[in-house]
């Protein structure tokens, strides 16, 4: 029932707004449609904790720790960037940057995309899971090129062509897994595909199979998680689109991107009993981390900057999820829970920010504090936070990753170190000459959305100074069942 | 603690107090006789200082209380320091309550005061003496501080009396670690008093000047301790230096009628003697640039440490 | 689940608590300069008076105390502890934070560049990380408090953030800050030695391999060391101190540099149990270092804050040799000689707190009454502002190690210790260890030089600008501040022995050594050990005093008392002027000369037909040079190798995906 | 190799003929022409599966080859070629790697590829498991087109290849995928194509071309 309103609600709020997604009221509408989804996620969570995991439809769907406390997770960001979206897109309505039309297309993809991450979270089919990875995909790709610009059209084409030709990869590495399992399971029927029962036989899969199977998961996956070499469509798809689409973009697609490729890590390790692909994850989680550190030094236009930060915290949570092991994994979802929160608030602040001073070129933006106290305050707290500064929940996590790759892989502790440092470098001495300093740029005459920002960071915070122990029981739920070396 | 150590303590400061201008008299006759000059009396210091006290003292305009203060405070650790060395015995009172750090302690307050002073009317000499007589200071401090450490270590305390009963004792022979810093206290005793070659006592008004500059302002009764804090300065390096390298005379435990008898004799030949071989060391060396100074000192601390480490070499 | 019961500890949760609200009600009315100047913060400095109180009594008291709090990650509660060697760094913390915050109470004044109530909460955020670094008994709650302290000063820096030079300051500060905390995380990672317990006490218990423990050594002394501003690390400091509001430059100055040192001896001597000798040698050698360069560059600063803060570098540089000093001869068994060691360390954090707090307050009056940080244009501000004057009078002779005063107390100690430097089983240590103390000596002389030249620059002499005849001597609230830790400077210089029986109780807790009291006179100070080695400071003032009484008395009897009062002689030439004295540089100028190497000189010298010739002369540290702006060019040309991988061609980005893909299949066949 | 049955004979002719047709493809720079390959692979792809269906009595392999005829043949090619008309795109510049290179680089892939299906064929059990190594070829090339490609059109054409090879990969290694996921498959790639459509006008009306070039300002690299 609360599995049918979740993923019924965005369908039709989609419909919807596709007919009526240019009307006065439409943003009040898309945000009452997310509301109503964060609702449903709440009641399915709440069944989740009274009844344990969950089959349903068929086995079609299956329901544990891992994926429910993401369902909540992306049902609640899509509310708050819902709410966040309802100003903004007017402003920017105002602006004459958007035509009713295409906030009609923006509303009622929003849904679709809310839809499509929400059924590859709940699936249990990785064929299905797989539909809906491109699905998201193709309802983001007309989002991106929103504003037609040259810049964001050459950002859309990117984001379609190196997401659909990886997603490509994860199909045939769909396939492989499907054929491996065939000969277990019998070679015929859905149940090949689900993947309960592939998590139940993973034992007796053959494992050269479903080595090759994992490296095309991991690289058509991996794409869209945005690892280096693979990452090159992030940047520009997170900087040239409308901030709330940034906001989801790296909020929220990311993290089920991720949650793909772990699902079939576990399978494969499973089958494999080698070190593989955790090293492959621990390779491609450390080179992101460097790389964007790195990047992070020469970027000019904010979204484009904490798109990189995105790309070098999706490593790091790779990179744990590669050590493996139940404080490793912990200290990853963790790390997708404040990320994805501290992310998308910083960019809502950014979106002000840029919307204040007329521009996305950082070396335009000053004086914030001055400027709004409270978009100055929030560029810099989230920016703290997303660095890993406690009391922050981000330091959290990186203080169990930090700490277990010190004990277990100590050759990584240094390169880790020496980016974190990098990066810190990087985007603070971009956001303090943003936050503080004087400015010459006029005040807005509306006043900023900022409840969700503050709630993002609010969260964040406790989350750095006390985990719930329900939420704790979660993670090591999940943690539990990744599992890992 | 028996009553004649009272009694004795009391003396040594008397003594010290007393005998400081007279030998700083000896010293210039000395000086006079090796350049062939007709010497002044022995008592010329006492009278200067009788004159000096007579007189209305004059203060600047710009001088703030610091400035009247100083004197006193310099005069006052000096003699506090006159009373710390045990110049005839080991077991006095004072002695006890401050060993050789403490005293060069002591040297650096009165330096700082006296700086401090010459600073506060802010004239272009007053200034120039202090940042001089700070250079010299921040120099001969430690080479004076490591003098003391071959001391100590040979006799492992770093307080004088310990120092000067175990040398006076005669367990130890010639050391050359003591031989060493023996060497660079000299130059620092030359250095500290503004004697030549770092200083000229007897010149005013000269760019080269240090202790003068400093005191230029002052008149009357303050340069007369002024001057008199100067004359205690000498006399106690001296002193140190008997208590360190010549100890002996000098009563050691508890004091008698006999060890005073004795030390006091004692004492005077010494300071005789080192009247003489300071006189001597002036004459036959000329004074140095201000800049070549740091150089002199450098060397003193050089051979200080020097010492320290053949003291370690050859004794550990 | 916590058991609330009055205890010491409880007390002290408390008052961090109360910190925490006063900051928190200076939003009540964030404009509002009375409310946050004469009630919070006075209010703020009462809490910190308690807990100077508290933390003196459970030092006294000598026992250990736990505490529970149901916060932090899931299965790590936080952890807090109350033993001799934290109540020791609270009771610092609380006496000195007092004079401070009463005085901040009368400094902070309306465009101070934030809100007054703002100040208010991150002053006392600031405040309260520091107690809670101190209580502290896991590393996640330690690590907590830490960034948050450095979070707080990081703001409370960038106060006037208008000014680009404030801005730079603050971001070196928080990147160092942020580079040291990441370097302690790893440290605890090593620490907790597999166990996955990061309670302080699992800590303890570990057995590390001595490779593992010798890492998370270095890594502590390089994570604590960059906070203390230990060469080379340090260069955060001398931008963020003077950057700061006094009060708060006071606070790191004084106290938060004091934290890390806590660190130091928590995980050096603490956490790792019994150190190994030869790590003693890093600290001793970086604290020597430390020493000489922080005064060097004291000596040749025009600018006062700066000074100071180089001046901080200096002692802190004593302190680390003080620790250096005390591993090398616990790890070769001499306990008792490493209790004197520890004890000349801890006694001149204390010290140092109180001092240079006094002096950074003292500036931050004269700054208040003259606007001026330049030393070129101060002078003679004895007769405008005698308080300030004659209260920093006393922090500049304690600072220059002078008797009866108690910067003296904790040098002589330190030197007692180093004289057991024979009794070491190494050899070439034994030969190593005089030429630290050369230098530690070499240090205190120089320190001297430098005090004089602050005091007497800025105080002394003659005004420099016309301006100065319009400075006012502070408030009531900062004369208060000041006596406080003037009277501090006074009573640790003359009570040393009292101070150290207290002390004993760290010593016992960290070495299991206290140090014997050899004399049987309370005014005498004989600690060491089977040496006739004494100091009475109490018998130096007694002395002095009774020979100037005398004096006056007999100069008053015999001869007279006129007094004139006349212009100062100016040789007959006529003119004196100001501009005669010595200025800054002129005052520096011996020292620049001597060691013209250490230093990275640009000067402009006037051409000889200058109508009007200036001279002006800068110095940086060469360290920049030689070792940071390589480092981010580094950075940089790296940065620019990696943008080759982003260059905007489709065809490229696919071709990445294809090898990616190609390799790791022909790996995936491989195993 | 000699007694085979006929239609298995004809499954592998099929086979090669799919591989035969992305080599044409690769070497191919007229795109109207291209289109057609695109369609001629369709219909053999369709053709595969119809045999497939009509041996194994599959009743999901019959829906999935009309849905190809239906899809791959018939309306994709119509789309493409009416875009083409609309849009004046008819040829692509020189590829970035000259043909001869593309055709070795072509070889090598095929020798990797088999190489990389040797433990699948091996595992599994359709009778048409030979073909895997050329279904993994087939992408594996389409891949390679993609990379050498200038033109937009081109390398769609590429893309929709390379979905062709993955079908055929599921075709020949398991008889096809579950009904519900080929359907999500055939949903997707219609959406794609259409969400392309649009693309490629609002491409156009920006830079008057469909030349990628104009698609590289966004870079780090100066």
């Known amino acids: 029932m609360e599995l049918l309103l979740l993923l019924a609600l965005p369908i039709a709020g989609a419909a919807l707004l596709g007919v009526i997604g240019a009307g006065r009221r439409a943003p009040e509408i898309n945000a009452a449609f997310s509301l109503g989804t964060f609702l449903a996620s709440c009641a399915l969570t709440a069944r989740v904790i009274r009844h344990g995991d969950l089959l349903l439809a068929g086995e079609q769907f299956f329901i544990d720790p891992f994926n429910v406390f993401l369902v909540t997770l992306t049902a609640f960001v899509g509310l708050t960037t819902a709410l966040f979206s309802r100003p903004y897109m007017r402003v920017e309505l105002d602006h004459g940057r958007l035509t009713p039309g295409r906030l009609r297309l923006y509303h009622s993809m929003y849904q679709l995309f809310m839809f499509t991450m929400l059924l590859a979270l709940t699936t249990n089919n990785m064929g299905l899971m797989w539909v809906a990875m491109e699905g998201a995909t193709l309802s983001t790709v007309l989002l991106v090129t929103l504003y037609r610009t040259p810049a964001s059209l050459e950002a859309g084409w990117k984001y379609f062509i190196l997401c659909g030709v990886g997603i490509a990869q994860a199909l045939f590495g769909t396939i492989l897994l499907y054929v491996a399992a065939g000969k277990v399971l019998g070679a015929q029927g859905v149940t090949a595909l689900l993947w309960t029962h592939l998590d139940a036989v993973k034992g007796q899969l053959e494992p050269t199979v479903l080595a090759l199977a994992f490296v095309f998961l991991l690289i058509g996956y991996g794409t869209k998680v945005g690892l280096v070499p693979l990452h090159s469509w992030l940047p520009d798809a997170h900087a040239e689109g409308p901030t709330p689409i940034s906001a989801v973009l790296s909020g929220l697609l990311l993290n089920v991107a991720l949650y793909a490729v772990v699902r079939s890590k576990v399978l494969v390790e499973g089958s494999l009993h080698s070190e593989l692909p955790s090293m492959m994850l621990m390779g491609f989680g450390l080179l992101s981390v460097v790389l964007a550190a790195l990047l992070l030094w020469r970027q000019r236009d904010i979204k484009r900057l904490f798109a990189y930060s995105s790309i070098e915290h999706m490593g790091i949570a790779t990179f744990a999820f590669g050590m493996g092991g139940p404080i490793a994994n912990f200290a990853a979802l963790l790390h997708m829970t404040v990320h994805s929160l501290t992310k998308s608030s910083i960019f809502f602040t950014a979106g002000h920010a840029a919307q204040k001073s007329g521009t996305q070129l950082m070396d335009r933006i000053r004086g914030l504090i001055t400027l709004s106290p409270t978009v100055g305050w929030g560029l810099m707290l989230g920016s703290l936070a997303i660095l890993g500064v406690p009391p922050f929940g981000v330091f959290t996590s990186e203080f169990l990753i930090l700490t277990t790759a010190m004990r277990t892989q100590p050759w990584a502790a240094p390169i880790l170190l020496a980016a974190l440092a990098v990066a810190f470098a990087g985007i603070f001495s971009k956001v303090q000459p943003m936050v503080f300093g004087e400015t010459n740029a006029r005040r807005l005459p509306h006043a900023p959305a900022l409840l969700p920002v503050f709630t993002h960071l609010a969260i964040v915070l406790l989350l750095g100074l006390y985990i719930p122990p329900y939420l704790a029981d979660w993670y090591r739920a999940a943690a539990h069942l990744i599992g890992g070396p | 603690m028996r009553a004649l150590d009272w009694i004795t303590q009391v003396l040594e400061v008397v003594a010290a107090l007393a005998a400081a201008p007279a030998f700083l008299g000896w010293l210039n006759q000395c000086r006079a006789w090796l350049q062939n000059r007709r010497a002044p009396s022995l008592w010329l210091p006492y009278r200067n200082l009788h004159k000096l006290f007579h007189k209305e003292a004059v203060i600047a305009d710009n001088a703030s209380s610091l400035f009247r203060i100083a004197p006193y405070v310099v005069f006052g650790a000096m003699v506090l320091a006159a009373g710390i060395i045990p110049s005839m015995g080991t077991r006095l009172p004072l002695v006890v309550s401050a060993d050789a750090i403490a005293l060069v302690g002591l040297f650096a307050a009165a330096r700082v005061f006296m700086s401090l002073a010459a600073m506060d009317v802010g004239t272009a000499f007053g200034t120039m003496g202090a940042r001089r007589e700070m250079m010299v200071g921040f120099l001969a401090e430690p080479a004076l501080l490591m003098v003391i450490f071959v001391a100590s270590l040979i006799s492992s305390s770093t307080a004088l009396p310990a120092i000067t009963e175990n040398l006076a004792s005669g367990r130890i022979g010639l050391s050359p670690g003591l031989a060493f810093s023996a060497v660079a206290f000299v130059l620092v005793l030359l250095a500290e008093n503004a004697r030549i070659p770092v200083d000229n006592p007897a010149t005013h008004l000269e760019l080269t000047m240090i202790h003068e500059a400093m005191v230029l302002e002052y008149s009357a009764r303050h340069l007369a301790l002024m001057e008199w804090a100067a004359q205690l300065k000498l006399f106690n390096y001296v002193c140190i230096g008997f208590a360190l390298f010549l100890p002996w005379g000098v009563a050691r435990g508890h004091i008698g009628p006999v060890g005073l008898l004795v030390a006091i004799p004692a004492l005077a030949v010494k300071l005789a003697a080192a009247g003489a071989g300071l006189a001597l060391i002036e004459t036959v060396s000329a004074k140095m640039r201000v800049m070549r100074i740091p150089e002199f000192l450098a060397t003193a601390f050089l051979f200080a440490v020097l010492g320290l480490l053949v003291h370690v070499l050859l004794g550990a | ?671 | 190799m000699t007694h085979l049955p006929l239609d298995q004979q004809m499954l592998d002719s099929c086979a090669a003929l799919l591989l035969l047709l992305s080599f044409a493809m690769l070497s191919q720079r007229r795109i109207v022409t291209l289109v057609n390959l695109y369609a001629v692979q369709g219909a053999v792809l369709a053709a595969a599966t119809l045999l497939l269906a009509w041996r194994t009595g599959e009743g999901h392999l019959y829906l999935s080859a009309a849905l190809t005829l239906a899809l791959k043949v018939a309306f994709l090619p119509w789309l493409l070629h009416r875009l083409i008309r609309r849009l004046e795109v008819y040829w692509d510049t020189e590829p970035l790697l000259n043909v001869s290179g593309t055709m070795l680089a072509g070889l090598l892939i095929v020798v990797f590829a088999f190489a990389l299906a040797q433990p699948i064929t091996l595992l599994a059990s359709t009778a048409t498991r030979g073909a895997v190594g050329i279904a993994v070829s087939v992408v594996l090339l389409a891949f390679l087109m993609m990379i050498t490609r200038r033109k937009a059109m081109s390398q769609v054409v590429g893309f929709l290849s390379m979905e062709n090879g993955v079908f055929f990969g599921a075709m020949s290694a398991s008889y096809g995928m579950p009904m519900v996921v080929e359907l999500g498959v055939a949903l997707d790639v219609l959406v794609a194509v259409l969400v392309l459509g649009v693309f490629f006008f609002q491409i156009r009306e920006r830079f008057e071309s469909l030349d990628l070039h104009h698609l590289e300002s966004l870079k780090e690299h100066e």
């Open chain 3, 1 to 671: 689940m916590i058991t609330i019961s009055p205890t010491l500890l409880t007390g002290c949760v408390a008052l961090l608590c109360g910190w925490v609200v006063v900051g928190l009600a200076g939003l009540l009315r964030p404009g509002s300069l009375r409310f946050a100047g004469r009630t919070l913060f006075p209010l703020g400095a009462l809490l910190g008076l308690a807990l100077g109180l508290l933390a003196g009594a459970s030092l006294l008291g000598g026992g250990t105390e736990r505490l529970i709090l149901p916060v932090g990650l899931p299965d790590l509660p936080m952890h807090l502890r109350l033993d001799p060697l934290s109540s020791l760094f609270l009771l610092l913390l609380g006496a000195s934070s007092f004079g401070i915050s009463v005085f901040a109470g009368g400094y902070f004044r309306q465009g101070e560049g934030a809100l007054p109530g703002l100040l208010c909460l991150q002053y006392h955020l600031f405040l309260a990380s520091m107690g809670a670094v101190l209580l502290a008994d896991d590393a996640y709650g330690f690590l907590v408090a830490w960034e948050v302290m450095a979070l707080s000063s990081y703001f409370l820096v960038t106060t006037q953030h208008r000014i680009p030079e404030i801005r730079r300051a603050g971001f070196i500060y928080l990147l160092m800050a942020h580079v040291g905390a990441i370097c302690l995380l790893l440290c605890f990672g090593v620490l907790q030695g597999g166990s996955w317990l990061f309670t302080f006490d699992a800590m303890r218990a570990a057995h590390l391999s001595p490779g593992w423990a010798a890492a998370a050594f270095l890594l502590a002394l390089l994570g604590f060391g960059a906070k203390a501003g230990l060469v080379p690390v340090h260069v955060w400091l001398p931008e963020a101190h003077p950057a700061a509001p006094s009060p708060v430059s006071a606070l790191m100055s004084g106290v938060m540099l004091k934290t890390a040192v806590y660190g130091m001896l928590r995980v050096g001597l603490d956490l790792l149990g019994r150190p190994v000798w030869w790590w003693g040698l890093a600290p001793l050698i970086l604290g020597l270092l430390t020493i000489f360069y922080g005064v060097l560059f004291a000596a040749v600063q025009t600018d006062m804050k700066r000074l100071l803060a180089y001046s901080s570098i200096e002692n802190i540089g004593i302190v680390f040799t003080g620790i250096g000093l005390t591993i090398v001869f616990e790890g070769s068994g001499l306990e008792t000689v490493a209790a004197l060691a520890l004890l000349a360390t801890l006694y001149h954090c204390l010290n140092h707190s109180f001092m240079k707090s006094l002096l950074f307050l003292g500036t931050g009056s004269v700054l208040h009454a003259t606007g001026e940080r330049n030393l070129g244009r101060l002078g003679g501000l004895i007769h405008r502002m005698p308080w300030v004057a004659w209260l920093t009078l006393i922090g500049t002779l304690a600072i220059a190690g002078l008797p009866p005063l108690n910067g003296f107390v904790s040098e002589w100690l330190l030197l007692q210790s180093f004289l057991f430097a024979d009794h070491l089983p190494h050899a070439f240590v034994n030969l190593l260890i005089p030429m630290g103390m050369a230098l530690v000596v070499l240090g205190a002389a120089l320190a001297g030089y430098v005090m004089v030249k602050f005091y007497g620059v800025i105080f002394l002499g003659q005004p420099r600008e016309a301006s100065l005849a319009q400075a006012h001597d502070c408030g009531w609230l900062e004369r208060i501040g000041l006596l406080w830790l003037a009277l501090g400077c006074v009573a640790l210089g003359l009570f040393p022995l009292q101070v150290i029986r207290v002390l004993g109780a760290v010593t016992g807790q960290l070495i299991g050594a206290t140090v014997p009291q050899a004399s049987s006179h309370w005014w005498l100070l004989a600690p060491v050990p089977g040496r006739p080695v004494s100091y009475g400071p109490l018998v130096f003032l007694t002395a002095t005093l009774a020979v100037v009484f005398l004096t006056v008395l007999a100069v008053r009897l015999t001869y007279h008392q006129r007094v004139r009062r006349a212009p100062a002689w100016d040789c007959g030439f006529g003119g004196l002027t100001p501009r005669m004295q010595d200025t800054a540089e002129g005052f520096g100028q011996p020292i620049r000369h001597l060691f013209q190497s250490f230093f990275e000189i640009e000067r402009e010298l006037p051409a000889p037909a200058d109508r009007a010739p200036r001279y002006r002369i800068a110095i940086r540290e060469r360290i920049w040079r030689l070792v940071y702006e390589p480092l981010s060019n580094a950075v940089e040309r790296l940065a620019n190798i990696a943008a080759r991988v982003q260059q905007g061609r489709i065809s490229v980005y696919l071709f990445y995906g294809f090898a990616t893909l190609i390799v790791l299949l022909a790996v995936a066949l491989m195993s």
